[in-house]
């Protein structure tokens, strides 16, 4: 069961009211005829979870969807998968971004390692939407072709997003630090007609030429007529090594195109995600116009609290599903900060001189970074950065450890909201995570999100309370996928999400749910250590061993010794600091506290030291993945080196699963 930690910030009565959650709540009072209560997010929760086709009609009428059909029906019925949200009508999710947008109020700011700070207006980013769109036209892409983009977080992926969208065109994105084989692994599963591209990218203050790669994807992409490259290194390349190449003004020339909109519907596909791409071919994950449009319009103005005024950034690429999540916040009155590099170059703390540069009001980032800003002893706030706009951090990515909640609360202090969030590629939102009226406990995420029926289930399907169980939800939401790309009779979605509790959504992750309603995630179910049928997440794992300072990070695995999996073995693995050696001392230490803050069953059989772990370029750890590479599976179809912040850090496993075999 779980305590009751330390309250690290409370919201008064004045915040909670000048919250959009506040407004809403207003609205749904006054033209529904109900009568709950801003402070009372519990009651607001459980209805809007329960009462769905209620819940969301007041969100398609409290933000006035422009949409062509009857609007009346919500959805048919509630089946899981197959959901038909608002049949007979059509949308566009461009359309709302550019809706009552003017010309000189900012959209979005951009920094790079190539590019100076710059401010866009809505003018601006119209403009050139606008001319991308009208070249796409030219180039012979309409409704339903896919756009493969090839390029870094910047105006030009918003504008290219966005121009997609305006036409019906399907969007999908990779970031050009992803290998030539991570990203034909993905669009050649949707057979892109336009692949827009770079030239290079710059990271740690080093550039990179990608000309080689973008024609090794182009080659591998038959489907592809064009090829459009924007020469973001400022060293204009020949295009004559690729089979449809051309430059980007000369494909999009600004020239005051009128910018329309193709209404599309509703679950007419809007964008192709992926999933991480580190156990084999990714999957490529549709989602609709309208279900993304209702969700994003809930989750950036009523959990983001995005207000006019305000600078949202959150640090990601094009190749994460964190920047589809950034671009919706284009749907609210706030402006987006975009940044293209490393976060540590040229020092350390760049990313919060940035927030400090661009006046950010909210600070996004994964967990990763922001535990690593703790252990590096990195302090955000100076005197001569004040970070005065600041107003609340949010986490993602994998699980944030009450330490680093601390450590915020001690830079901050307890006027800074910091909000934890866990959700998905597969429905590019968070089910559970930020409520701007809810108190925010150390190690813990405020809430179930609006609309979303979280539960916490036991092997037979039980509810828990106070118990860690899978994540599992009972009732549909409109950004589930619409479908997986090219998956014609729905079987690899039922067997992703659907098979284990028939007709609900499980997700994957083990979660405990609080009397009090706010959550725990202890990691991936899939990569959960079982002994003697007591579960511990990794989290947890990596809470304890991560306190001992001479740890840099880790990663643990649970191998089963015999065919029942009923014996198995824990290795723990230990990236150590500079000038650290790994003795009997520090062993007995890590032991020792984890048989405090675990159990006796989860105290790892070795721990070894390792010069890295495997990450993915957005951080995530490669669990499953090392885990099969050491149960025999071939590394190169387990885990997809592309997709990799540091692919050279396999080799060191692949090299000691041979030798596990070997003896």
């Known amino acids: 069961m779980s305590g009751h930690p330390e309250v690290l910030w409370q919201p008064s009565a004045e915040q909670i009211e000048a919250t959009n959650l506040a407004a809403y709540v207003g609205w749904l009072n006054r033209e529904r005829g109900s009568s709950f209560a801003a402070s009372d997010y519990k009651t607001l929760q459980a209805w809007s979870s329960t009462e769905i086709e209620q819940f969301w009609a007041s969100i398609w009428d409290y933000f006035t969807v422009d949409a062509d059909g009857d609007a009346d029906i919500v959805l048919a019925d509630r089946t899981m998968p197959g959901t038909k949200w608002f049949p007979g009508t059509s949308l566009n999710f461009a359309e709302h971004v550019f809706r009552g947008k003017g010309d000189e109020v900012l959209a979005l700011i951009e920094q790079s390692e190539l590019r100076p700070l710059r401010e866009f207006t809505w003018g601006e980013l119209r403009l050139q939407t606008a001319a991308i769109a009208a070249g796409m036209k030219r180039l012979g892409v309409g409704r339903g072709d896919r756009v493969a983009a090839y390029l870094p977080n910047g105006p030009e992926a918003i504008a290219g997003f966005l121009a997609a969208a305006s036409i019906g ?318 998956d014609d009779d729905g079987s690899r979605l039922r067997e992703s999400y659907f098979e284990m509790y028939p007709g609900l959504w499980r997700h994957g992750d083990w979660i405990e749910i609080t009397d009090r309603g706010t959550a725990i995630i202890y990691g991936r179910s899939d990569s959960t250590i079982n002994r003697g049928g007591v579960r511990i997440g990794t989290a947890e794992i990596y809470r304890s061993v991560l306190r001992e300072s001479g740890v840099a990070d880790a990663l643990v695995v649970d191998l089963p010794t015999d065919e029942s999996g009923a014996e198995s073995t824990i290795i723990l693995f230990v990236v150590l600091g500079p000038g650290i050696e790994l003795d009997d001392q520090m062993i007995a230490r890590i032991r020792d506290d984890l048989r405090k803050a675990c159990s006796p069953r989860h105290v790892p059989d070795q721990v070894l030291a390792v010069p890295a772990v495997p990450r993915t370029i957005s951080g995530k750890l490669l669990e499953v993945p090392v885990k099969r590479i050491l149960l025999g599976a071939d590394a190169e179809k387990v885990a997809s080196r592309g997709s990799l912040a540091n692919p050279d850090a396999l080799d060191w496993f692949i090299e000691f699963a041979a030798q596990r075999t070997a003896s």
């Not at 992409?221 to 290194?233: A, F, H």
């Open 169 to 486: 065109a399907i969007w999908s994105s990779c970031s050009p630090d992803f290998g030539a084989d991570s990203v034909v692994d993905r669009f050649s599963q949707i057979e892109p007609k336009l692949l827009l591209t770079v030239n290079g990218y710059s990271y740690n203050g080093r550039r990179f030429d990608r000309m080689e790669e973008v024609a090794a994807i182009e080659a591998a992409l038959p489907s592809v007529k064009s090829t459009v490259v924007l020469d973001y290194l400022g060293e204009a390349r020949d295009l004559d090594s690729l089979r449809a190449g051309v430059g980007w003004d000369e494909a999009f020339p600004l020239a005051n195109e009128p910018l329309s909109f193709a209404r599309v519907p509703f679950d007419h596909p809007l964008w192709i995600l992926y999933s991480s791409g580190t156990t084999g071919m990714p999957k490529p994950i549709v989602q609709g116009h309208g279900g993304i449009l209702l969700e994003h319009l809930k989750k950036m103005w009523l959990h983001l609290d995005a207000r006019p005024g305000d600078r949202v950034f959150w640090f990601t690429t094009t190749g994460w599903m964190m920047w589809n999540f950034l671009a919706g916040v284009l749907l609210t009155d706030a402006a987006i900060v975009l940044y293209d590099g490393s976060p540590a170059w040229p020092e350390p703390d760049t990313l919060w001189q940035l927030a400090d540069d661009a006046g950010v009001t909210c600070f996004g980032a994964g967990a990763a970074y922001l535990v690593s800003c703790m252990r590096e002893g990195i302090v955000p706030r100076t005197s001569e950065r004040p970070l005065a706009s600041l107003r609340s951090i949010g986490s993602t990515g994998s699980p944030l450890p009450p330490e680093a909640f601390t450590w915020v609360s001690e830079q901050f202090g307890k006027d800074l909201w910091l909000f934890s969030t866990s959700g998905g590629t597969d429905v590019c939102t968070a089910f559970v995570g930020g409520c701007p009226v809810l108190p925010v406990y150390a190690g813990e995420l405020q809430s179930a999100s609006l609309g979303v029926s979280l539960k916490a289930f036991d092997e037979a399907g039980n509810s828990l309370i106070g118990e860690v169980g899978e994540l599992v939800i009972t009732e549909p939401l409109p950004s589930m996928p619409v479908s997986f790309w090219g």
